[in-house]
């Protein structure tokens, strides 16, 4: 580590405290909530009652991140030392953890086939001498109310807590046990239960049906068998090699991971969420749906063979609402697809910094229509054009309040166009926006699949448009980012950007072409290399230690070693990019085939633990899961094609 590395850790410790390493953490997810469990421990430390951080805007605080979704659970375990000595993973590469111990072995899963927040717990001790501790509970909330419920054969207890708005059913799915009477513990009465979150108390009678059906009479390990079969069944056989069987793990993992990641909740009066996917699963900083983590989720899963998945994505995009809030900073021009990202109930959130300032990027448009292109050139769906959405029919809305807003906030550079300044792809503060080369190609990008799809809807006029702007826009890029034969990040002069990691899928997206100037960028990136071996997004400016982003931009970015890997492969670098991939499938697979945000590259409290540990978000989901799976379809392609 070099001095001055070394002299930053030091710094962070002294001002933050020490601090352990993260511990790891696996996720469970439905498409209607998530839940956390500790692998150390097989302790669930939260049940989410819906897929996402943050329900809807907070009136009270506009500019803050909103009101939070409800967590029912602080702590919920198996008592006795079987809680001391388990360890927890992921069955078969799918979402049902399977957790282990010298007493016994159980699951913890919530069920694709029960379209509810619905999460299935079960413990089964290894004798019949096992201690009589049964499963052990804290609410995050005290219980205002407890009752029991008694219907088409379920007899279980439905709770209401102190400031959570929905209900928690509790139906056991093992005979009721003995045990020493403790006050409160109401799951101690059996070792399998299913825990059902309730918006109201009108769905009770429905909800009880539909666990019925859902069961069909099974035993809590028959349940789990059966859950795990069913996603082999969703699985699509893979269309790529893989290097390793550690690689086709990541891959099988990855895959669930983009599912869990999608929200399943039915679009209503009030919420339009159906398709969204969350940037990250928790308990990462970013479980809210982003623009630009979710286009790569997107085109992951159409290249993958889930087109369901993907054409629900796509579907979000053009139902979401309201959006259009910050048109005063874009021209004027109304739009549909958000700034940067979304509340859990679709509405346009175009904030996130923290210092409540809103964000503009707007390379999100771009890279929602690059979505909308792959979908389409992948499957033949002309009836998705046709769709009725929030704002008209889907081709119409995408013309009218993606393509039409985004031509809107052009400006002209040299004898072309470019984006006008922004926040882009790394979330710069408004206050400090600039004109950067990543937004510019996602419009060049986004647009060149929109002339492809006007051209299928029939919109000849529209296509020979879009086609004229592509071409300044090529020109305007060329002017404005490529100087003294340098690919540069900004148009703006700066070290900060001079070299940046977005350049790299700039590259892999194909508006820049010339070898001598990849071949320089890909040189120039070892400015942003750091001491856990990969590299970092940009050359951080920030002084001050107290700053979020000061210990952020310091942090090796996954992403962006993705992204060097592919450019590798492009210049025939093939064991530089293989060297690569080999270390994040490693490391992956040292951590429940989890892809996480970053690595520690500077150690502090903020980000914690060994230099080369996973730290961030995790598990990651678009830049994570995503970029890897693209990154193996590119790779396939490019040694098909050499």
Known sequence: M?????????????????????????????????????????????????????????????????????????????????????????????????????????????????????????????????????LHVEWSHPVRHQRAVRMFGVDGQLLKFNDVQESLLLIPLSRERKHSARPRQVLASSRAWALVSLESDDELEQAVRDFNRWRAGLAPRALAKREIAEVERWRIKPAVHFASEEERHLWRQSEVMLRVAQSREPNRPGRNNNGLIVASLPDGVWVTPWVRDMAYATVALAHMGHQDEARAALLAYFNAQPTGKMREETRGAD????????????????????????????????????????????????????????RDRLYQSARDYVAKPLLANLE?????????????????????????????????????????????????????????????????FNAAFVRGGKLHGTMEEGVKNDIDGALLAVINFGIVTDPAIVRDTVERMELLKVDSGGYRRVHSVYTDPSIFEYWYERQEFLFVDLSLAEVYMRLKRNAEAAAILERIVDKAGADHNIIPEMYVAVPCRLFPGAVGVPTGALPMVGYGAGAFILHLFEREALESNP
């Open 412 to 476: 002209q550079y040299d004898k072309g166009l470019i984006v006008e300044a922004d926040t882009s792809i790394w979330e710069e503060h408004q206050k400090d926006k600039k004109h950067f080369a990543f937004t510019t190609a996602a419009a060049i990008v986004g647009l060149r699949n929109f002339a492809d799809i006007a051209r299928r809807a029939g919109d000849e006029a529209t296509r020979r448009q879009i086609l004229t702007q592509v071409t300044l826009l090529q020109k305007g």
């Open 2 to 134: 070099s001095y001055a590395r070394y002299l930053a850790a030091a710094i962070c410790a002294s001002l933050l405290g020490s601090s352990p390493a993260l511990a790891s953490h696996v996720v469970t997810g439905n498409g209607f909530g998530f839940a956390v469990v500790s692998p150390e421990t097989a302790t669930l430390t939260k049940f989410y009652a819906h897929p996402y951080s943050f329900l809807r805007p907070d009136p009270q605080n506009l500019l803050g991140e909103g009101i939070e979704t409800a967590n029912f659970i602080k702590v919920l375990g198996w008592g006795g030392e079987a809680m001391r000595s388990t360890s927890a993973d992921y069955e078969e590469d799918s979402h049902v953890i399977h957790a282990r111990s010298r007493d016994g072995e159980g699951f913890v899963f919530m069920p694709f086939g029960l379209r509810r927040a619905a999460l299935i717990i079960s413990w089964q001790p290894a004798s019949t001498n096992a201690p009589p501790d049964g």
């Open 335 to 390: 739009y549909q697809i958000s700034v940067v990202r979304y509340f859990g109930d679709g509405s346009e959130e175009p904030f996130f910094t923290m210092e409540g300032i809103p964000n503009i990027e707007l390379d999100g448009w771009g890279l929602a229509l690059w979505a909308l292109g792959d979908y389409l050139r992948q499957y033949d769906d002309p009836d998705l054009l046709r769709i009725p959405t929030y």
